[in-house]
């Protein structure tokens, strides 16, 4: 929409502004229509380059992270907001410099033009970005780059279930819900993404409601599935499936186990024959265990959030984060996931 603003508004100075402007613009900035036409054809069909060359990039990289890390953390790459915006800068150089072509007709101008000074400025700031990217992508398909990405991640997510026990949470005492029961159900199927506590502990405080949240982050869940329980008198003004969302793939926001298994997924193929990084796999079982530590020190069980107003049962450490040993089958000996 920039591109297309902006390639609008030279055209406009172009046309009737240009003469009242050149007293204040170097004379070398300023071209004729037919040189302006070939410079600009020639800069369109660069950047359409650099961005087919951009696809491709993009497609061997995440071949590369499915073969070789994990096909689950192919999201990690996919939602890099960089990887598209430099994309989109691509594109934009080249619907400017397009629709400026479009607009360059002899018939229409009398004297010389600016837009293919501005079509080079834009270029030249592709080209930059077009650098930087190679030394993004470079640097991003490192698997220690990965792996602090996704190191960083988890920790995100730990930190706000720390921040919400710490500020929000109260151990239940005696919750009991007075009014009319009624379930609100899941309208599609799908993961659970994401739960915003904060604006549900609002939400249950301002409409006078005790809510019951029956689903954790990162559950499935199919279409009619109860996803709150809501106790009340009078019937509320606005919907509470506004409060979560879902989607048909998981997501480590505040998936605490998803963050674990990506983890533990790149660490089983660095191990495997066809790869044979042990180093890495090594330090992934590093890290998983500061990352265990700090979650064995959240709080467990059945939570009040708020002003004793809505209730989330946080789930058991024991139960998602330990195995329980097994025999090895080639050497008998007892054997621990982690």
Known sequence: MIAISLSIAFYYVDLFYIEE??????SILLTNVDLAKTIMGSLAGALLTMTIFTFSTILVVLTMYSSQFSPRTLTNFIEDKIVWR???????????????????????YETDVITTFAGIVIAFFCLATFSYFIHYIATSVQVGELVNNLITEAEEAISKFEELQENEASEEKDWSPIGIKESHRAEKEGYIHYLSFK??????????LKIEILVNPGDYVYEGKAIFNVFGVNKAEKSINNFYSLG????????????IQKMVEVALRAISPG?????????????LGRLLGRLGRLKTGTFLLGE????????SY?????????????????????
């Open 308 to 315: 004793e107003q809505v209730l989330y049962r946080f789930h």
């Open 248 to 259: 048909a793939s998981r997501t480590s926001e505040q998936d605490l186990d998803f963050a």
């Open 318 to 338: 024991k139960k998602h984060y330990t195995k329980p040993s097994t025999n090895c089958h080639i050497t008998g000996k007892r054997i621990s996931p982690f």
């Open 275 to 287: 790869i044979n990084d042990p180093n890495t796999a090594n330090d992934i079982i590093v890290r």
């Open 86 to 108: 430099v994309l989109g800068i691509f594109l934009s150089g080249f619907i400017f410099n397009t629709l400026s072509l479009l607009f360059m007709r002899a018939d229409l």
């Open 21 to 26: 402007l050149k007293p204040f613009i170097p």
């Open 199 to 208: 604006k549900l502990v609002d939400y249950a405080e301002e409409q006078e």
